[in-house]
């Protein structure tokens, strides 16, 4: 295990089950659909990966860098495109795939936008849902985990760069973040 991980949230093993159950609900409920398969960089690439090969019917896959965090832990409630989609959502069943959804404000941002661009149905899939701090309100359709108030790492998530290879989910040592 990593020198800096605290503890073991959720195995490569945890994972690879949860994420083909998921897949697997994800492709009955999308049959015949082709959705739009949105994967929200750079967090979301390793369960975006499993994700779609779990899911055996036809879609497309897209992605977009949306972001309302700097290096730190602490939200600034600012959402700002870093990279957007190279296609047109309109009329499209799109299916957001997020490592976390943590305050909400994120995909309240994102899904606003995608509305307002006339997707004809948005949902979101997330591997990490922490209930506890949501601030805005938004309908998380599909989620993996649900997890305490606490700052993980691993699986595609980051604290400043660092940590997205870990093939497990783990939470940080305080020590790393705060002597920053
Ligand atoms: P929200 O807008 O819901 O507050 O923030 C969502 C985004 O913040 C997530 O998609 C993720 O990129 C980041 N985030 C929130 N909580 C954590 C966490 O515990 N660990 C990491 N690495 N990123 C987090
Ligand atoms: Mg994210
Ligand atoms: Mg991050």
Known sequence: MNN???KILYSSADIQAEVKRLGQQLAADYQGKNPLVIC????AILFMADIVRNMD?????DFMD???YGAGTISTGEVRILKDLDSSVKDRDVL???DIVDTGRTLKALSDLLKQREANSIKICTLLDKPERRVEGVDVDYV???IPDEFV???GMDYAGHYRNLPYVGILKRE???NN
């Not at 929200?40 to 967090?43: A, D, N, P, V, Y």
């Not at 019917?57 to 896959?61: G, H, K, N, S």
């Open 96 to 98: 957001i795939v997020e």
């Open 40 to 43: 929200i960089l750079k967090g």
């Open 144 to 146: 993996g985990f649900q």
């Open 66 to 68: 949306i972001s309302s």
């Open 153 to 155: 790492v691993g699986y």
């Open 4 to 6: 800096d991980i605290d």
């Open 57 to 61: 019917i036809p879609l497309e896959m």
């Open 176 to 178: 790393v973040y705060e």
